[in-house]
């Protein structure tokens, strides 16, 4: 929204007084634009092709209030095309095809493009998404898709692959604080408004709209509602600001992408050993509305995955806990989940068994045609025995140490393969010890038949 010499452009729609402040500050230019130079400093390839006015079709991911929709109405203007707005909230099949009607008949009777801007893209399903596609391929619409969830899961690969994705960012402080002087600037030309912010209020109001321009405007404006001025001035506190911010509503959606983002942080936070941040995360979760047994889930996935036989009693933890919360209910057993989220976290670490069966999978998968050897096969018949399962089996019990040492348990051609490598941390090193031992042992028996 800041002009290229700092001043506030004159494009904005001062005429609508009904429109709330966010709309009226909505940029028309570039120029105009605040952050996002990730994708639109000079130079950079969205820059340029805005600039040219040659737009492309593209997917705009990113959080609410970072600028996805202003940019489209952008690209509209500079590449001198109409600009047709769906909401996939509220529109269906219907209203796809009259857009595209729409837009096939401003091509031939006014020479005119048209973009289409597809706002909370993802909420289409397959076929909704699948209607855009040949109108894309033949030009007839400039496709503009907007959303807050990642378009690699909820979008179909077809688009995706029609389609260029850029990703936006939540505004930094220094971002919002240009659009709140845009705003302030704005109030005192249109309406002879000066505002004053009471000690540390302006950067309060800052950080509650957590990089979301729009919700950052509508605090502003929300607080001109609860104060008068005095000798034309109008002072905002903190007080203002609290009461009109309410409770933070958590950043949380169970089927979206702060969903899995929170999950990862804990999963990894636990993995690293950091029972406070792994603490953290999980409250987060909880307080965004999550199932605290999602997380008990996802603990049991840790302790075979990060912990395994370094301490196996995290396994058990894990299930204790979940056991918990459902004998004795939330209150109780968010707590115990917590306990098994800690001990895990300082749990010694190893993902040594997680290794050995990823690679055992995929040698299973490679040699699923080889056979059994004989010797381990069961003779349970008379035919059976003739044709030699079972014989030769050394049982394992009758033997020293009751292992039979250097005996092969694959079928020839991947003999004594070595999957599993345990690590020097916990109950693993006794069993990497064990180990040792036992190919010590093998070593002994091979050297005794060349004897």
């Known amino acids: 929204m800041t002009s290229a010499n700092g001043e506030l452009s004159l494009t904005f729609d001062d005429n609508l007084d009904f429109q709330p402040l966010a709309a009226k500050l909505r ?72 857009a595209i009607s729409n837009a096939k008949d401003r091509a031939i009777h006014q020479q005119k493009r048209t973009v289409l801007f597809v706002d909370e893209v993802h909420r289409f399903n397959k076929s909704q998404q699948d209607a855009f596609l040949p109108h894309i391929e033949d030009g007839t619409i400039i ?37 709140l002087e845009n705003g302030l600037n704005y109030l005192t030309r249109t309406q002879q408004l000066h505002i004053k912010f009471k000690d540390n209020a302006r950067h309060q109001l800052i950080k509650l709209a957590d990089g979301d321009a729009r919700r950052l405007l509508n605090l502003l404006e929300n607080c001109l509602d609860l104060v008068d001025a005095i000798n034309d001035e109008i002072i905002i ?31 990894k936070s636990v993995r690293g050993s950091d029972p406070d941040a792994a603490l953290y995360w999980y409250a987060r979760i909880l307080n965004g509305g999550g199932d605290a047994l999602y997380v008990a889930r996802r603990l049991l996935a840790i302790a075979s995955e990060d912990i395994g036989n370094a301490d196996p009693r995290a396994m058990q933890l894990a299930i204790n806990a979940w056991d918990t919360f459902q004998r004795v209910g939330p209150s109780e057993g968010e707590r115990a ?42 003779a349970t018949s008379a035919i059976t025995q003739d044709l030699g399962h079972g014989c030769e089996y050394r ?11 250097g ?9 004594h393969t070595c999957f599993y490598q345990p ?21 002994q028996s091979q050297d005794k038949r060349y004897d």
């Open 27 to 98: 940029p028309k230019t570039l120029n105009d634009y605040v952050g996002q130079q990730h994708i639109l400093a000079a130079g950079m390839p969205l820059q340029k092709a805005i600039e040219q006015g040659k737009c492309h079709s593209v997917i705009f991911w990113g959080p609410p209030g970072t600028g996805k929709t202003t940019l489209a109405e952008i690209i509209a203007s500079h590449a001198d095309a109409e600009i047709a707005r769906i909401s996939a909230v509220t529109s269906g099949i219907k209203d796809i095809r009259e």
């Open 337 to 378: 989940i917590a306990q098994a989220a800690v001990y895990m976290a300082l749990a010694p670490k190893s993902n040594a068994v997680y290794q050995a069966f990823k690679q055992s999978m995929a040698l299973a998968k490679e040699t699923a045609n080889l056979d059994v050897p004989l010797h381990l096969k069961n």
């Open 407 to 415: 005996e092969n348990y694959f079928p020839e051609p991947i003999a």
């Open 237 to 267: 506190a903190s007080e203002q600001i609290k009461q009109v911010a309410g409770n933070k509503i958590a950043l949380y959606d169970k089927g979206g992408d702060a969903f899995y983002d929170m999950i990862s942080a804990f999963h």
């Open 143 to 179: 496709f503009i898709g907007a959303t807050t969830e990642n378009p690699a899961f909820e979008l179909n690969q077809a688009i995706l692959s029609r389609t260029r994705v850029y990703t936006l960012k939540k505004l930094t402080e220094l971002d919002l604080a240009d659009v």
């Open 395 to 405: 049982y394992a019990h009758n033997e020293a140490n009751a292992y039979a040492a």
């Open 423 to 443: 690590s020097d941390r916990g109950l693993e090193k006794q069993l990497k010890e064990k180990l040792a031992f036992l190919k010590q042992l093998d070593q």
